[in-house]
């Protein structure tokens, strides 16, 4: 969950807000309709809306690194004591009356076109939590007061959420403006949906275009400079709060502690994300760094490996290098050493190996390092690397083994943490790569095989021709 600020020229917010207030007239009271999208034929020669729609869409999606098909949307103007504590997850509508069948979006937008001092809730309650009423274990809830020009991005049909009247501002009976646009994005298109309707409004209302109406939104994430949390103890989330929060109405914070800090924080310190959470509550990234240092301290420090260590699992990257590259490398690599001496057999002291630096060969170093980016984005991504924790490459070499020099290298351990291991021929019979638990290991050409360097693994011997293979030793810094 974040929260993102919309920088926009004013002049298309006020537009586009014209273009909803035109197309609502169409339909009585809120307008609720879905786009196609096409990332090949995005165009601009649309409504403000759309574009803002489109915009919106492409830099969520490429944020996270997701894809859809589909922009459903919808637009809510006020808010009364009927739409409070109504309490939902996203999903189609359709699927779900008809068979039951839960069917969710991708990612919710909500955009808001005003402030408002009614939040929206969102206790971190699952489906499955929802529908068997497992609240027990819950620890946290957070809210979010709108601010004008804001976004709130979620996964909407995955967290249950609702707006609630924490700070009472709403008298019996009473209606107040909330302008809202919520955005839902989907891969296959909602049911009970129709494409052309938004097409038709258009026409009726005659919306009219300017020659340049492109948003050029600049989305800011102001999660942490709007984000406070109050720690209460354990016992505040009980069944029976969450039970109350969901299935009463009439809901209400009856903690005034707790209430008075929540009004302070949001009316005089300007805080708008409030996050109420159990005092030892520890979030899933500290939880996740606590046990990546233990893993890390047990194989670099105390040498007493458990058999859950992430680090004893081992990582096949494939296609680092195509064909030609490799070919390239070795090329370089030879023609390197024919004109510098010949391959190096010194440089590592306990288990040398006939090999060259990369960094003394110019015309591959900068290729090879640019490559080793998208490598250690996916060592991160696989071992699960805490926010912070960077690599420190302190060696780069090529190796050779040939039939009749060096044919294999001993069980042994690196000097680094991390060691990475890419094949770049295979006119060569035998080789591979064994490991402490009696696994061999094969590469394809052009592919890797990541491990930690501190656990024992050896090079199986050639029986003939020659194996070249690139390998990068590197050391992880884990910040604060």
Request: net charge negative.
């Amino acid at each position: 969950m974040e929260i993102y600020k919309i920088n926009c020229d004013d002049k298309f917010l006020d537009l586009m807000n014209q273009n909803i207030e035109e197309l609502s007239k169409v339909d009585d009271n809120d307008m609720n309709d879905i786009l196609q999208y096409n990332n090949n034929d995005c165009c601009y020669d649309n409504s403000y809306i759309e574009n803002f729609l489109y915009d919106t869409m492409i830099y969520h999606l490429n944020n996270l690194n997701l894809t859809a098909n589909y922009i459903e949307f919808w637009n809510k103007k006020i808010i009364n004591t009927k739409s409070i504590n109504n309490w939902h997850f996203d999903k189609d509508e359709f699927f779900y009356n008809k068979y039951r069948k839960f069917i969710i979006p991708k990612l919710t937008i909500i955009t808001y076109l005003e402030d408002s001092d009614i939040p929206i809730l969102i206790p971190r309650i699952s489906h499955e939590d929802y529908l068997y009423k497992k609240f027990e274990d819950k620890t946290d809830f957070i809210m979010y007061f709108p601010k004008k020009n804001t976004q709130l991005v979620f996964n909407g049909g995955e967290q249950m959420h609702g707006v609630v009247d924490i700070i009472k501002s709403l008298e019996e009976k009473q209606e107040k403006s909330r302008k809202i646009l919520v955005v839902n994005l989907w891969d296959d298109k909602p049911r009970g949906t129709d494409i052309e309707s938004f097409i038709k409004k258009k026409g009726i209302v005659n919306l009219k275009l300017i020659n340049d109406n492109k948003s050029n939104i600049i989305f800011k994430n102001i999660t942490d400079e709007t984000k406070s949390v109050i720690n209460v103890d354990k016992t505040f989330f009980s069944f029976e709060f969450f039970n109350n929060l969901i299935y009463n109405k009439s809901f209400e914070l009856k903690d005034d502690k707790i209430l008075n800090e929540i009004k302070k924080l949001y009316i005089e310190d300007n805080k708008n994300l409030i996050v109420l959470q159990d005092k030892d509550y520890k979030s899933d990234e500290v939880l996740n760094k606590e046990r990546f240092l233990k893993d890390y301290d047990s194989i670099k420090i105390t040498k007493q490996i458990d058999y859950k260590n992430r680090f004893l699992q081992r990582l096949k990257i494939d296609n680092i290098f195509d064909k030609f590259t490799c070919d390239f490398i070795i090329n370089q690599s030879e023609l390197f050493a024919k004109n510098n001496n010949g391959w190096t057999t010194r440089r590592h002291n306990n288990y040398p190996t006939t090999d060259l630096p990369v960094c003394d060969i110019k015309n591959i170093y900068i290729l090879i390092l640019e490559k080793f980016k998208c490598v250690f984005e996916k060592i991160k991504h696989h071992y699960v690397f805490p926010t912070n924790t960077e690599f420190n490459m302190n060696d780069l070499f090529i190796v050779k083994y040939n039939e009749n020099i060096q044919t294999k290298l001993e069980m042994h351990q690196d000097g680094s943490f991390i060691t990475i291991n890419i094949l770049l021929n295979d006119n060569f019979e035998g080789g591979g790569s064994i490991f402490h638990d009696g696994i061999t290991e094969y590469n394809s050409v052009g592919s890797g095989i990541v491990h930690c360097g501190m656990l024992d693994h050896g090079g199986k011997e050639i029986t003939k021709g020659e194996r070249y293979i690139l390998v990068c030793f590197s050391d992880i810094i884990i910040k604060n």
